[in-house]
């Protein structure tokens, strides 16, 4: 009996050890559609006042005046005159105005724009897009389809397959 059961041992040793599978599929289908939003990004410049010269004489420097939240700066009077008749001179003056505070922006209008940004020296306005034809589709059978819409707007769609098999 001890040398049949060594046999039976010996035997299934050799033969060959039990496999497990796992096959996994999947289809993953999708369709992505997009309309782009408006946007206004404005930045304020500020009010400068620069003045250099040389054999210049100044009586009265000139500058930025009244500035306040809702009213630009204004430019005051100045005098100047030269120190030395006859002799040269350089003289330069420069001013700057800068941006009023917009307290508010004006609303979206119906198809989704800013009809009447309220805007800044420094601006970059984007208006959005328009749906206009943008359309897409799933089927059971086939390849999502998409259709082109108006300016500003995004179609993707993609199918996925995947097949994994495991040991």
Known sequence: MKRVAILA????????????????????DSVQLTVDGPMVQSNRIGSSYSVSGSNISVTTLGGLTGATATAPA???TASYDIDTDGQAFAFSESTLVGDV???????????GRIETPSIYG????????TAGSLA???TAGGVPTVTAGGAGTTAIGQRTIELSVFQ
């Open 9 to 28: 041992l010996g035997i299934m040793s050799l033969a060959s050890s039990a496999s497990a599978f796992e096959i996994r599929s999947s289809i993953i």
């Open 74 to 76: 204004t430019v005051g």
């Open 101 to 111: 505070a917009v307290t508010t922006q004006s609303s979206l209008s119906s198809g």
């Open 122 to 129: 420094e601006t970059t306005q984007y208006q959005g897009g």
């Open 136 to 138: 897409g589709s799933l």
